[in-house]
């Protein structure tokens, strides 16, 4: 079954301890991105990678690394988490980076910093 | 600099009930629209998109939305709601920059549907 698969599902930390949450694609995409879902404020990018070894800031890239070193997975990092990062994340990935590519989205993860 | 705006936070509906969801956007180019649509606990799935092969779209599950280029708006819409439309609806914009899709989106509008 083509998917986007993240994990962990549901994700509870303290301040400053490293996580690393994990995507992976079964579809040969091209395109992996991460978004974050705030109440009131949809969704917005933190990262992009348009194919192996090349990744970019989206909208809200502060705090969070990604790496893409297979074409299949695209990790995001959160090396020091603070409370502002608490958040419901998303990996989506489209077959090609053009602009009418419809995005595949994972299930999402729900992180909370305390 | 690509917008998207969607009127209404909440929008409540009675089963039978027409559906509408408001969705203005902002493009400095022929814009490609989409609209996702996120069901509870799960992650968003493609409704429908403008390409501009036709200014009305057909989407899944009976929704459909029509460009206006005049009112820069691409309303969604069904003509009777059903329970199973409850959810949370993204109208979203997309553009390249540096080579890449680009996509913003909407605040959502969550849907209740009434019996």
């Known amino acids: 079954e083509a998917q986007v698969t993240q994990n962990p599902r549901y994700l509870i930390t303290v301040t400053g301890k490293k996580l690393t949450v994990t995507c992976s694609q079964n579809?040969?995409?091209?395109?992996m991105s991460w978004y974050r879902q705030d109440p009131g404020l949809g969704l917005r990018q933190i990262y992009y990678?348009?194919?192996?070894?090349?990744?970019d800031k989206g909208d809200v890239p502060e705090g969070y690394k990604v790496s893409r070193k297979e074409k299949r997975n695209f990790p995001l990092i959160l090396e020091s988490p603070s409370p502002n990062q608490t958040s419901l994340y998303f990996c989506?990935?489209?077959?090609?980076?053009?602009?009418?590519?419809?995005?595949?989205f994972g299930s999402g993860t729900q992180l909370s910093v305390l | 600099a690509q917008s998207v705006t969607q009127l209404g936070s909440h929008v409540s509906v009675s089963e039978g009930a027409l559906v509408l969801l408001r969705c203005n956007y902002s493009s400095s180019v022929p814009p490609y629209l989409f609209w996702y649509v996120q069901y509870p606990n799960q992650g968003l799935q493609l409704l429908l998109k403008y390409t501009s092969a036709a200014t009305l779209v057909k989407g899944i599950n009976g929704f459909e939305a029509e460009f206006k280029k005049s009112e820069t708006s691409f309303h969604l819409t069904k003509p009777s709601a059903h329970m199973s439309d409850a959810a949370e609806y993204f109208c979203?914009?997309?553009?390249?920059?540096?080579?890449?899709?680009?996509?913003?989106f909407g605040q959502g509008t969550r849907l209740t549907i009434n019996p």
């Open positions: 579809m040969n995409h091209e395109y």
């Open positions: 989506a990935s489209s077959f090609s980076v053009a602009t009418n590519e419809k995005l595949f």
């Open positions: 979203a914009v997309s553009s390249e920059i540096q080579g890449a899709q680009k996509l913003v």
């Open positions: 990678s348009m194919n192996v070894e090349v990744t």
